[in-house]
């Protein structure tokens, strides 16, 4: 039987200095010694790719996107290298990939390429070598000839991206992604004491958690897990601990309903004053925001009073600026009254499959804000998401309410022992 593949990921504050990355290469070897082969994904060194953007805006305001991406790769080149060092040291045969060298192609945006495929020859040689293959995160190359050829950045958190793809494209038996916290819990343990950690999330969920605010992954990494079937196991790279696995869940109907709380102070509100009731409008306003790339969540358009209306929705915060450049002309041409925006504004957000089939969630939900004293300025549905917006500095007291109100700290004690005797658990405790 051919030993079975282990792809793992460490993430920047997994590997901050010479110390952390001294252990990790011992708990890389801790795999090998238990039999497995193994193919590593690594991120940059604590905040270094945040660095190296700050040192791009000192140099200018807007830096070109093809010189940034061959900066903020070398931030993955630099501790897969490390990583191998380390490995060498303890007498592993190890060697260190760049995203392109792995096989990696992607499409030609910089920036926030997606991964176009994985020809995972030099990966699987190397592996039949007997080396543990190190690949440099978060990155890939685009163009069809050497002529061409680019690298590209996948977009902030790429390597848990990275990491996915080539557990997908490999066939691994596992893919673990290991962090600074223990798994994923049903809030940030920072701002709910009593917040609990899953054992087990469904794909659908955890996507939705992680696009309202939970940083834990990349959604886009969730994506590509759900799609391909890899089953994700996110753990603590600081303590033996069992982690959170990322999959299919069979006991969704049993659960409680309410499965996660996120909340998001990246996020802006902008509101145009009387707007002319018209056809065509929302066209107008929305469409420049789409070829600026600017992401609109929450939009909410009030009744028309005498033929005018206010329109509110939501930007990401990083870009307002821009988004009010784009729609000052737009504002002027179609004769709004004016554009007020507001930052101070945050979402929260509560998640679980089958919330919407269960009557009664959003009216908890908006009780447990009222209690509280929270304004509620905006709300949100899909199938298994309610979103609020508030006023950022109520975030805390929002989500210990809610926590409160779902139960959230009570375990889900049939399924979670379920979960517990599953035979991918005793994986995660290795
Ligand atoms: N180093 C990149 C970032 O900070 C990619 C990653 O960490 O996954 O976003
Ligand atoms: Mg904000």
């Known amino acids: 039987m051919?030993?079975?593949?282990?792809?793992?990921?460490?993430?920047?504050?997994?590997?901050?200095?010479?110390?952390?990355?001294?252990?990790?290469?011992?708990?890389?070897?801790?795999?090998?010694?238990?039999?497995?082969?193994?193919?590593?994904?690594?991120?940059?060194?604590?905040?270094?790719?945040?660095?190296?953007?700050?040192?791009?805006h000192g140099i200018t305001d807007d830096p070109d996107s093809r010189e940034l991406d061959m900066l903020l790769a070398t931030g993955e080149h630099q501790s897969a290298t490390l990583v191998s060092m380390a490995l060498h040291a303890l007498g592993l045969p190890a060697i260190s990939l760049t995203g392109p060298q792995a096989g990696i192609t992607t499409d030609g945006r910089y920036g926030k390429a997606r991964i176009a495929n994985i020809e995972p020859r030099r990966v699987q040689a190397e592996i039949e070598k007997g080396k543990v293959v190190i690949v440099a995160g978060f990155q890939g190359l685009s163009g069809d000839t050497a002529a061409d050829a680019e690298i590209t950045t996948l977009g902030r958190g790429g390597s848990d991206t990275t990491a996915v793809a080539l557990a997908a494209r490999l066939g691994a038996d596992r893919c673990q992604i290991f962090t600074d916290v223990r798994g994923i819990y049903t809030a940030d343990p920072r701002h709910v004491p009593d917040a609990r950690q899953l054992p087990v999330i469904g794909y659908e969920e955890m996507l939705d958690l992680a696009g309202q605010g939970a940083q834990v992954m990349q959604a886009r990494a969730v994506e590509l897990g759900w799609v391909n079937g890899v089953v994700i196991e996110v753990l603590s790279s600081f303590e033996d601990a069992p982690g959170t696995l990322i999959k299919e869940d069979p006991f969704v109907e049993q659960r409680n309903k309410v499965r996660g709380l996120a909340?998001?102070?990246?996020?802006?509100?902008v509101t145009l004053v009387e707007v002319p009731d018209r056809p065509g409008v929302a066209h107008a306003v929305f469409a420049p925001l789409a070829d600026g790339g600017i992401n609109v969540d929450m939009i909410v358009q009030n009744v028309g009073h005498h033929g005018a209306t206010d329109l509110s929705f939501t930007v990401p915060e990083v870009d307002l600026a821009r988004a009010k450049r784009i729609l000052e002309p737009v504002v002027r041409d179609l004769g709004f009254r004016e554009m007020t925006t507001d930052s101070a504004v945050a979402k929260v957000s509560i998640v679980g499959a089958g919330i919407q089939n269960a009557p009664g969630y959003a009216a908890r939900m908006f009780g447990a804000l009222a209690t509280a004293g929270v304004n509620i300025e905006m709300i949100t549905t899909s199938e298994i998401r309610i979103t609020c917006m508030i006023a950022e500095d109520e975030v805390e007291t929002a989500v210990q309410a809610l926590h409160a109100a779902f139960e959230l700290a009570r375990p889900d004690d049939v399924t979670d022992a379920a979960d517990a005797g599953g035979p991918t658990a005793s994986a995660v405790a290795s």
């Open 263 to 269: 909340h998001d102070r990246n996020v802006a509100k």
């Open 2 to 56: 051919p030993a079975p593949l282990v792809v793992q990921k460490f993430g920047g504050s997994s590997l901050a200095d010479a110390d952390r990355i001294r252990r990790v290469a011992r708990r890389i070897a801790r795999e090998r010694a238990a039999g497995s082969d193994l193919v590593v994904v690594v991120s940059a060194m604590g905040d270094a790719t945040d660095e190296l953007l700050a040192l791009a």
